[in-house]
């Protein structure tokens, strides 16, 4: 008799290496013969990957629980990312939750769920994971870009952040498993690589390789279109880094340096080792060797005891520097950090108010840098969905751009030049090239 197929199905909060989680895992259930199905469809299985990172976060994670049970009142709602490290019991209060699992028992999710005696318990270990867990992902669904996970956990405990509680301590992949799981991704057609980490610039290879040395192995595999690095933090670009951003061909011209205040005083209380002056210059030094770079950066309202004129010294500093994305978050108090306890917490108006004017200066900056590249062509990597409302193709550039075109189905998981036209409703329209969509090899960047 044949054995009934069982379903699973996914939701995924917060940020990038969420996503990575999500996608093992993903690949883990269908290798032991799930068959995945859409979040919010009846499954036997439903995972939600948590964050926590904001009470907002938070908050949804636990609306995306609630209905993951309402979609399948019979099925297993499993919890696991940030949130279930960090707070375990709040989610194992939730009767719509069946089983709990944190970030360092992630790897043991389908052992633990097929324990039938594991029902209704949590499993959070929060013991120093010692050991970095490749977590190898083969099928990023589609062939466009591929996240390879190099480092996790934080060593900085920032006083706002509930990071280094959630995911532990930093550890790094090793330089040979790094470079070869980007070989397997090349070679299985992905046209663009993302490196990840929770604190990526603090990576230490096996011999105490630092990242330069990982960039520079990644840079010379051979095939690969071009690769970029998620999210690096200041103080950590050191200038090996920066002469590499400068004369790499296949490296993007986009990096995400998190700013979250420019004013010194605030970046003393959130404990950053960094002071204004340092990112002013280091966006100075960094733009000056690599033309139209695009930089983006987190940027945090309303920690405590900010003030008016500190708000003013952020405005300034994104004002003045080549800031063009800026993820703009208000503060919210975490867990047991320190911030939490800290006095002069900023009302919630204020920061809201904050929060949209530093948006609008972020809009003005984004829109002012993209205009910069109309009538010029430039690379694209198309992904495998269209677009719903246009029905155009669309990806990004290198410069973090998303460009949206008509053009036809073979155009996608492509890295093809594309002439920007126009911005229309907040999208940048472009043509594709002729010549790029005749040629049957991926024409590299
Ligand atoms: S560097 Fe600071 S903000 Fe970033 S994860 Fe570590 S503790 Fe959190």
Redesign the pocket.
Known sequence: MNKPVRTVSFHTLGCKLNAYDTEWHREQFLDVGYVEVPFGQSADVTVVNTCTVTGQGDAQSRQMLRRAHRASPEGTVVATGCYAQTDPDALAEMPEVDLVVGTREKTRLIELLNSTCSLGRTFVTRSRAADFQDMDIYNFGGRARAFVKIQEG?D???SF?I??FARGRSRSRTLTSTVDQVKRLVDAGYAEIVLTG??IGDYAGEDGEPLVDVLEAIDRVPGLGRFRVSSI?ASFVTDAMVEFFADSERCCRHLHIPLQSGDDGILEKMRRPYRSADYVDLLARLSERIPDLAVGADVMVGFPGETDAAFRETLDVVQRTPLVFLHVFPYSPRGNTPASGMPDQVPPLVKKARGAELRKLGKAKADAYQRRFIDQTVDVLFENKRDAETGFLHGLTDTYIRVYAPGPDSARDRILPVRLESIEAERMIGRISEVGLRSEELPLS
Do not use: K, R
Request: hydrophobic share 30%; net charge negative.
């Open positions: 934080c900085e405990f920032c952040c990071i280094p929770v604190h933090e």
